[in-house]
């Protein structure tokens, strides 16, 4: 199995300096690195070609329309089976990351869509460990949240066979793409307990009030051009339930409870019948 890891760059030289040195530390080492810049101003060449000294790197740095059309751009670029996007400003969690998934993917028989688990940093330093989306992934999976393709281990050939990222999209393409793979079509992702990833809470999708209303206003354009209005009449009416059910579930005190009392409920209905 070969690997294509990418990562896209604009003007973020720090960051950027500590994604490409996680990757030059990996002890694996079977694998081709892509970095897609969109001909930054500041320091940002003067890196990678410091980082040349160390592995060969496939990079270019020129204007871009967006971190969509960078990402394409490296996944255009890539000759590996599997695509690994690390953008600037998220790096590997242990030297020892590359060598673990690839063997778990192995390990899985190659499954289209593999991940591990996130850590996120939040801008006053504290960090969680998300274990991220687990088990039979669905449509409302994605429609109250998403399968975060930074750090995730995707097949190349799926980009040939639904398409690549939308460039007219400013935030939510990725999370159309993951919608249309996997809620649309079936492609069963694989989780995998290791965390792989530190990635920067800081970035597009996560800060500021306007980036929100971007999110919202991308996701709700997808899901209506994606489902019929009846069905995504019921999500809308029902999604927070389902949400509160889920957590229910997790505690069978609770779900006794809430179980007792839709007893006690339909009995007073068929009563009043």
Known sequence: MILSIITINRNNAEGLQKTMQ???????????????DGASTDTSVDIIRSFEKHRPIKWVSEPDNGIYNGMN??????????????????????????EQMCQAISEAHFPAIFYGNIIKIWPNGKTIVDHQIQGNITMYDFYSGTLN????????????????????????????????????????PVHTNVNSIYFDMTGVSESGSKSQKTILHERRQVLE??????????????????????????????????????????KLEKKSK
């Open 22 to 36: 996680s990757v030059v530390d990996q002890t694996f080492d079977q694998f081709e690195y892509i970095v897609v």
């Open 73 to 98: 751009k490296g996944i255009r670029m890539a000759s590996g089976d599997y695509i690994m996007i690390l953008n600037s400003g998220d790096y590997l969690a242990g030297p020892n990351v590359i």
């Open 225 to 266: 051009a994606t489902l019929m209005p009846s069905i995504l009449a019921d999500y809308d009416r029902y999604g927070a339930d389902i949400r509160m059910m889920r957590r229910i579930h997790r505690h069978k005190w609770a779900y006794k409870i809430v179980h007792f009392i839709e007893r006690i409920l339909f």
């Open 149 to 188: 393709p930074d750090g995730t281990y995707i097949r190349r050939s799926l980009f040939d066979q639904y398409g690549f990222f939308d460039e007219t999209m400013k935030i939510c393409s990725d999370w159309a793409w993951m919608l249309n793979s996997i809620a649309l079509h079936g492609e069963k």
